[in-house]
């Protein structure tokens, strides 16, 4: 008996050893690949220098559907088409010009540059004293007598000591998002809010806020100050109270139009109807290029498919890349993709998103049950020769988000993010800030991950 169940064991283990050892193989491949014959930085290339900045419902937005599409089509995925979804187009229009004065006559320039959505200020701009807060909580605290008629200086900075830039951001962008809003309640004529950045530098950030359900009468200008524009008036409101803050932008909201989720897939060969999702979002702002935020997520996606096609691996399950439209301001793509999926009664089983940065890959998180996130954690030994260590659960993405239910695995690729909000939403978010090396390590991790799924399955 005894002898009988050593050979068992024998043989679970040669069994599993044979599997780790053709994973391993797999995997080596797909970096390899990517190493060595990536596609990812020639795509990016071409997305940031070649087509800019890609703001939703823009022209340039546009030239990045038909150029992905194309690209798509080349690798001779099994389908490609586009999903229309209808988008906000909001537009900057002539650069924003800002100064503060402390004495008539004495003023010194700021960078600053108009939130994304936000209204212009009026044609010959706007002048008024500041109020500077550490926060919307601040504002109750002063009351609209000190507040009506001001503008609202919103300089909270990211938290240096939280190793997460990611948790540092999101301790203080609802002051971006929502301070206009808050704003108007006291009556302030408008906002300037810090840039969310660690560094100090004169690129101020852009980024989306929104009015609420303030009528379009009361809706008072928003802007972004750099972080040293920040510093500077900061200190001079400390020993000048009366400073004035002028500031001239010329945005403009226009109707909604039409533009185009892009989608590839490879069919799978065993279970056609379980589809695996990995992607980004195609549109960015237009200060920069979008190199970051997201082209690389984009290109990554896309080049997930090319590697498993190139290194021979037949899916069983549907691998598809999808490049969601609008992230930025609206979030349209990822909510059109998961309607018409949820219309066609779709079994999404898992799906990947990049959207931090083409930095060095870390890890990834995960929205999902504890036994998938085991498996994962099985599969550690897989990565570590390629120093992937991070796999915990945490955020996945926001245009995947949509398509959560209790049976799916949704993950976020992880990049280091110490340099991320340096460029995020900036204009030196630039194709020259993107590593190539770090790009494709990021495309092989993510194509390591969808290949250990769709080998192995989702835990129900």
Known sequence: MKKVIVLLLGLIFSTYGYAQNDDEKQIKKIYNQALTKGKAYDWLNYLSNQIGGRLSGSVQAQLAVDYTKAQLDSLGLDRVWLQPVKVPKWVRGTPEFAYFETSPGLSTNVSICALGGSVATPLGGLKAGVVEVQGIEDLEKLGKSKIEGKIVFYNRPMDPTLISTFAAYTGCVDQRYSGAEEAAKYGAVGVIVRSMNL?????????????????????????????????????????????????????????????????????????????????????????????????????????????????????????????????????????????????????????????????????????????????????????????????????????????????????????????????HHAENDTFEHVNKRELELGAASMASLVYLFDKYGVVK
């Open 199 to 423: 560094r100090l530098d004169d690129y101020p950030h852009t980024g989306s806020m929104g009015y609420g359900d303030t009528p379009v009468s009361k809706r008072i200008p928003a802007a972004a100050i750099s972080t040293k524009g920040a510093e500077l008036l900061s200190t001079t409101l400390k020993l000048s109270e009366d400073t004035q803050f002028y500031f001239k932008q010329n945005c403009k909201q226009f109707d909604d139009v039409e533009s185009f989720n892009v989608i590839g897939e490879i069919k799978g060969s065993e279970f056609p109807n379980e589809i695996m999702v990995v992607g980004g979002h195609l549109d960015s702002w237009d200060l920069g290029d979008g190199s970051h935020d997201d082209g690389a997520g984009c290109v990554q996606s896309m080049d997930v498919l090319r590697l498993l096609k190139t290194t021979g691996y037949k899916p069983k399950r549907t691998i598809r890349v999808v490049l969601f439209m609008n992230e930025e301001n609206g979030l349209r793509g990822g909510n059109k993709y998961a309607e018409v999926a949820s219309n066609k009664k779709e079994k999404h089983v898992f799906a990947l998103e990049s959207d931090a940065g083409g930095f060095t890959p870390r890890g990834f998180s995960f929205d999902c049950s504890d036994e998938n996130l085991k498996q994962v954690q099985s599969w550690k030994t897989l990565f570590e020769p390629y120093y992937i260590h991070l796999f915990e659960k945490g955020y996945s993405g926001a245009d995947i988000r949509p398509l959560k239910d209790d049976q799916m695995v949704l993950a976020g690729l992880r990049p280091d993010s110490q340099r991320y909000f340096v460029h």
